[in-house]
């Protein structure tokens, strides 16, 4: 067999795994432990009422003959790509419907968007950062350079005037981080992606959390970003669906032929999303759907702000917990020897900075996603062993 020989130069293990791996080591020697996992950002809180309403009438549309349905459009249903559209021009940006696409994740597409580029582009990440923006591009054998992100910059990274790149990720509010870039700063890097022709991947998955109305919450509302930027949604984090799976990538008919790639490439290799995800996905904007979803959301903020108020009140530095279910924190020199200390003496797993790049050594990220009850207790362990 001739394989991928750039599979070689990824790391041995995903972060998430090897993370699932120590917890799952340290679970069976010690199988009564109450352990509180504050590490991968998975969603605790249950499906809304309205989402799951919507759902079972789907499956029982599907049940009957008059109104089952097969293969669906390849952008996803118009009830769905016209909620989407329609949230954004509440907002005051302008979305077409026909540059709303409809898939399974905003992971899948951060990685899928990819077929549309050629290898030989160069692309620029900020450090630290999610891991799949990087392996992704190594498992295409493309060039990746480094937009440090540190202390100095409040982990908001702007182009450096002499790094030339075709692709560019932003992630804002930033995963690991828990950083929100402003719109003066988001601006900054939009002039840049005109100036060299470069296009922005904005992923937008935790835009839900930003409260501050002084913060964007997407890349469009950023004067020109349209002739530059595509950007990924997930309703993962938003309402609860992780194990559901459904998202969607806005691909601006500003961006020239991207946006028919990006409808060949998935009609060729993705079949869509499942009518009975989409109608539940088309419930969240419903009313009920905005309401109960919010209060999901404001449960999962209170303990961010619960996480970051201990780590004030300890003199600890850290960014995110405000518009933001992440919160990065120092911890010391080793993140991983941190992250089995804070494993075998509280019970408690998160996610060592290192994981997420050079800059991230000597850093820890905390999620949100758990119970008010599991997070105080976690924040009440946490204190008594750093």
């Given amino acids: 067999m001739k394989l991928n020989k750039h599979f070689a130069d990824l790391k041995d293990s995903y972060l998430f795994a090897e993370i699932e791996n120590r917890v799952?080591?340290?679970?069976?020697?010690?199988?009564?432990?109450?352990?509180?996992?504050?590490?991968?950002?998975?969603?605790?809180?249950?499906?809304?009422?309205?989402?799951?309403?919507?759902?079972?009438?789907?499956?029982?549309?599907?049940?009957?003959?008059?109104?089952?349905?097969?293969?669906?459009?390849?952008?996803?249903?118009?009830?769905?790509?016209?909620?989407?559209?329609?949230?954004?021009?509440?907002?005051?940006?302008?979305?077409?419907?026909?540059?709303?696409?409809?898939?399974?994740?905003?992971?899948?597409?951060?990685?899928?968007?990819?077929?549309?580029?050629?290898?030989?582009?160069?692309?620029?990440?900020?450090?630290?950062?999610?891991?799949?923006?990087?392996?992704?591009?190594?498992?295409?054998?493309?060039?990746?350079?480094?937009?440090?992100?540190?202390?100095?910059?409040?982990?908001l990274p702007l182009p450096d005037g002499k790094t030339k790149a075709d692709i560019i990720y932003i992630c804002s509010p930033n995963n690991p981080t828990g950083a929100v870039y402003t719109r003066e700063q988001l601006a900054v890097w939009v002039d840049y992606a005109l100036s060299c022709n470069a296009v922005i991947l904005f992923d937008a998955a935790y835009e839900a959390f930003v409260g501050d109305e002084n913060l964007p919450r997407s890349i469009f509302e950023v004067k020109g970003a349209e002739k530059c930027a595509v950007e990924f949604?997930?309703?993962?984090?938003?309402?609860?669906?992780?194990?559901?799976?459904?998202?969607?990538?806005?691909?601006?008919?500003?961006?020239?032929?991207?946006?028919?790639?990006?409808?060949?490439?998935?009609?060729?290799?993705?079949?869509?999303?499942?009518?009975?995800?989409?109608?539940?996905?088309?419930?969240?904007?419903?009313?009920?759907?905005?309401?109960?979803?919010?209060?999901?959301?404001?449960?999962?903020?209170?303990?961010?702000?619960?996480?970051?108020?201990?780590?004030?009140?300890?003199?600890?530095?850290?960014t995110g917990g405000v518009n933001s279910p992440y919160i990065w924190f120092k911890c010391g020199a080793d993140s991983w020897a941190f992250f089995d200390r804070l494993l075998h003496n509280a019970n408690v797993v998160g996610t060592p900075g290192a994981g997420f790049g050079r800059n991230g050594e000597g850093f820890f990220r905390l999620t949100a996603f758990n119970d008010e009850k599991n997070t105080a207790e976690a924040m009440k362990r946490f204190k008594d062993i750093f």
């Fill in 24 to 155: 799952a080591a340290y679970k069976k020697e010690h199988p009564a432990q109450n352990i509180i996992k504050l590490g991968i950002g998975d969603v605790t809180l249950p499906l809304c009422s309205a989402v799951v309403e919507a759902g079972k009438r789907a499956v029982e549309e599907m049940g009957v003959k008059e109104t089952f349905r097969g293969y669906g459009p390849y952008r996803g249903y118009s009830f769905l790509t016209e909620a989407i559209a329609g949230a954004y021009r509440e907002r005051g940006i302008s979305v077409d419907e026909t540059e709303v696409f409809v898939s399974d994740g905003a992971k899948s597409d951060v990685g899928n968007i990819l077929d549309l580029f050629s290898e030989d582009c160069t692309v620029l990440v900020p450090d630290p950062v999610y891991p799949v923006y990087v392996d992704t591009n190594v498992m295409q054998g493309r060039k990746i350079v480094y937009a440090d992100a540190h202390e100095g910059n409040g982990f």
């Fill in 233 to 318: 949604c997930s309703f993962s984090k938003t309402a609860g669906f992780t194990g559901t799976r459904c998202g969607y990538t806005i691909v601006p008919h500003a961006l020239g032929e991207l946006n028919k790639m990006w409808l060949r490439r998935q009609s060729t290799k993705f079949n869509g999303v499942s009518y009975v995800v989409q109608r539940m996905a088309e419930a969240v904007f419903g009313k009920e759907g905005k309401a109960q979803i919010r209060k999901n959301i404001e449960s999962y903020k209170k303990n961010a702000a619960l996480i970051s108020d201990t780590l004030k009140s300890m003199n600890v530095y850290h």
